[in-house]
C-alpha cells in the first residue's frame, strides 16, 4: 500500500512570494491534516480536511490555506511567504475523523530567503 | 503555549536496557495521547497510543503509562535495540478540539549504545 506523498520534497522561495504544497493521502483515507514543523516549536497543527471540508483549524493566520480534492488530494498554500515560514510542512491522513492515528509523509521541506 | 512538555531533548541508553521516555501535558481535556517515533529524514510514524480511561497499554516491547492526576505519561521500551535510535515525539488530542488535531512535544532524541 503506497504511503503518503507529498510533493515538492524541498523548495525554496523568497520573502513575499506565494507557494502550494501537495499530498496525496494512502489510498481509501479520507482526513488529510497539515502540520508544520520548526526545530523550536516541534510539530504544529495547521488544519484537517475531510470530504473536501475543512473541519479543524489550528492557530495560524489566514496565509495559511489548504484544500481537499474529491480524490482527497490535498493542497496547502502560504501566501505573501515571511522568513519565520521557512519549516518542514508534513502532511498526514487517518481514515477518518476521529481516529487519532495519522500516517505522515515525509514532508516538504520550504525555505524563505 | 506548549501543552505537551517533552524536557528531555536527549536520552542515551546502553542497548539491551530499559529506556524510559517521559511527557507532561497540561491540558486537562486531553483524551487520547499517542507516541510517535521518527527517524532522520522520514515523516513521523505512530508507535503506541492509550485513552484516557486507561492507565497502560502494552504492544510488545513498547509500554505506555498514563498517571492522570499528574498529567503525565511515559513510554517505556524493553530491551531497548539500535534500531530504536529516533526522535520520539508524544501527542495528545481532545475530543472537543479534534482527535486528529494532535498536540505535539519537542521531541526526546533516544540513542541505544551497542
Known amino acids: 500500500k503506497a504511503g503518503v506523498t507529498q510533493t515538492p520534497r524541498y523548495l525554496i522561495k523568497t520573502r513575499g512570494q506565494q507557494v502550494t504544497l501537495s499530498c496525496s493521502p494512502i489510498?481509501?483515507?479520507?482526513?488529510v491534516s497539515w502540520y508544520q514543523q520548526t526545530p523550536g516549536q516541534g510539530l504544529q497543527f495547521l488544519f484537517e480536511?475531510?470530504?473536501?471540508?475543512?473541519?479543524n483549524k489550528g492557530n495560524f493566520p489566514g496565509r495559511f490555506s489548504g484544500r481537499q480534492f474529491s480524490n482527497s488530494r490535498s493542497e496547502m498554500n502560504v501566501s505573501t511567504l515571511e522568513l519565520g515560514d521557512s519549516a518542514l510542512y508534513l502532511c498526514?491522513?487517518?481514515?477518518?475523523?476521529?481516529?487519532?492515528?495519522?500516517?505522515f509523509g515525509e514532508g516538504s521541506r520550504l525555505t524563505v530567503l | 503555549d506548549q501543552q505537551v512538555k517533552q524536557n528531555s531533548p536527549s536520552l542515551s541508553v546502553q542497548e539491551g536496557r530499559i529506556s524510559i521516555l517521559n511527557c507532561d501535558y497540561t491540558?486537562?481535556?486531553?483524551?487520547?495521547f499517542l507516541w510517535y517515533k521518527k527517524y532522520p529524514a522520514e515523516g513521523p510514524t505512530f508507535l503506541i497510543s492509550?485513552?484516557?480511561?486507561?492507565d497502560k497499554n502494552e504492544d510488545g516491547r513498547f509500554t505506555v503509562f498514563l498517571n492522570k492526576s499528574a498529567k503525565h505519561l511515559s513510554l517505556h521500551i524493553v530491551p531497548s535495540q539500535p534500531g530504536d535510535s529516533a526522535v520520539y515525539f508524544c501527542?495528545?488530542?481532545?475530543?472537543?478540539?479534534?482527535?486528529?488535531?494532535?498536540?505535539f512535544g519537542t521531541g526526546t532524541r533516544l540513542t541505544v549504545i551497542p
Open positions: 480536511y475531510f470530504s473536501e471540508t475543512q473541519r
Open positions: 491540558n486537562s481535556m486531553f483524551d487520547y
Open positions: 498526514a491522513s487517518s481514515l477518518g475523523l476521529y481516529t487519532g492515528e495519522l500516517f
Open positions: 492509550i485513552s484516557s480511561i486507561k
Open positions: 489510498s481509501g483515507h479520507r482526513s
Open positions: 501527542a495528545a488530542s481532545a475530543d472537543q478540539t479534534g482527535a486528529n488535531n494532535l498536540f
